[in-house]
Nanobody, 121 residues
Framework: VQLQASGGGLVQPGGSLRLSCAASGFTLDYYAIGWFRRAPGKEREGVICIFTSSTYYADSVKGRFTISRDSPKNTMHLQMNSLEPEDTAVYYC?????????????????WGQGTQVTVSS
């Protein structure tokens, strides 16, 4: 049972990046899913989370980031547009019980290993 994140890298301000997270050993469709990030010197924070009936977006990413599921591939994606230097962080994918309705670290039991995103010119 694991999540494998990929797609990080170096991108210029204003650019785009798409992160992927493949699940194995369980079916993502039955779980709440989310993306979190830890910036240098800061705690890990929720970026976007999909619950049973709603989606949470951190204020800092509204209008720029979107989350999606690829059910046949048992994968989730994070599309990041109009990237800013403040988006530089290690990004983590996570999955939790379908009952989860918070985008907080404690609510998610399954975690990917993290992928580095650096936004810099």
């Amino acid at each position: 049972v694991q999540l494998q994140a990929s797609g990080g890298g170096l991108v210029q301000p204003g650019g785009s990046l798409r992160l992927s997270c493949a699940a194995s050993g369980f079916t993502l469709d039955y779980y709440a899913i989310g993306w979190f990030r830890r910036a240098p010197g800061k705690e890990r924070e929720g970026v976007i989370c999909i619950f049973t009936s709603s989606t949470y977006y951190a204020d800092s990413v509204k209008g720029r980031f979107t989350i999606s599921r690829d059910s046949p591939k048992n994968t989730m994606h994070l599309q990041m547009n109009s990237l800013e230097p403040e988006d530089t962080a290690v990004y983590y994918c996570a999955a939790g019980s379908y009952l989860v309705d918070q985008c907080t670290e404690a609510a998610y039991s399954k975690w990917g290993q993290g992928t580095q995103v650096t936004v810099s010119s």
